[in-house]
């Protein structure tokens, strides 16, 4: 609860998307894994307990925001120039060290800012993450992890489909279908990578931990990763 209530204090924007987040999370693997249902069950019935205390320590702040409320923009700002643009997630923009610069051509028909086009995986990560997938598939855990990446992946995207220049933003993306939510209508989709980055690492990191027929098999594997990073 008082880590809630520090993050709350951080970044309402954060806090709001982390609860959605972990909600949808919750829900992927309550449905994916039956056998660990009634260990999550506490888990829920905890975490409540301890949004209820962040409520009440950050109440002060949820006063003064609703008498102020009708100040307060019904937009802060558009979500949609502030979303993933799709090739984001294997081309660097300008920020990025290695690459940035050398593919502006495709780069500078991102539509945020330079700060927030940071989607930015590589290949080399994205096709270990493919090939988790795929091998592991039957594993029940690593397709719940599988799932819910893609889930938060395909939120970033935000409301309409955003594809190097204009290719495509007539397609609309699910996110269309919560984005007008009192907590969500003005949090920008490329911050969710945040929680992108995380779910990569937590996979990658399980399939690290594994064990391998041989010493050869686990060098290939951090190399592999090594190569992402």
């Not at 309550?30 to 975490?47: D, E």
């Not at 270990?128 to 855990?141: E, M, N, P, Q, V």
């Not at 980055?197 to 990658?204: D, G, P, R, Y």
Request: with cysteine; net charge positive; glycine share 6%.
């Amino acid at each position: 609860g008082l880590l809630l209530a520090l993050q709350f204090g951080i970044s309402t924007e954060i806090f709001a998307t982390f609860i959605v987040f972990s909600c949808v999370a919750l829900a992927v693997f309550y449905l994916s894994l039956p056998r660990i249902r009634t260990r999550l069950v506490p888990a829920v019935r905890q975490s409540g307990f301890a949004l209820m205390l962040a409520i009440i320590l950050f109440s002060p702040y949820l006063y003064f925001m609703a008498i102020g409320h009708k100040e307060v923009p019904n937009t802060i700002h558009p979500i949609s120039p502030f979303s993933v643009n799709a090739a984001n997630y294997f081309v660097p923009s300008p920020m990025t060290l290695v690459g940035g610069s050398s593919l502006t051509v495709l780069s500078r028909h991102f539509t945020a800012n330079m700060s927030e086009n940071g989607a930015y995986i590589g290949l080399p990560l994205l096709l270990i993450l493919a090939y988790i997938t795929l091998k592991y598939w039957r594993k029940k855990s690593m397709r719940a992890m599988a799932i819910l990446l893609a889930i938060i992946m395909l939120a970033a995207l935000g409301p309409k489909l955003h594809l190097i220049g204009q290719v495509g933003t007539a397609v609309p993306l699910p996110w269309a279908l919560v984005s007008w939510l009192p907590l969500l209508k003005s949090a920008q989709p490329d911050r969710f990578t945040l929680y992108v980055f995380l779910m990569a690492a937590v996979i990658i990191g399980v399939w690290l931990s594994m064990k391998t027929a041989s010493q050869k098999n686990l060098n290939l594997k951090y190399a592999a990763v090594l190569l992402g990073v």
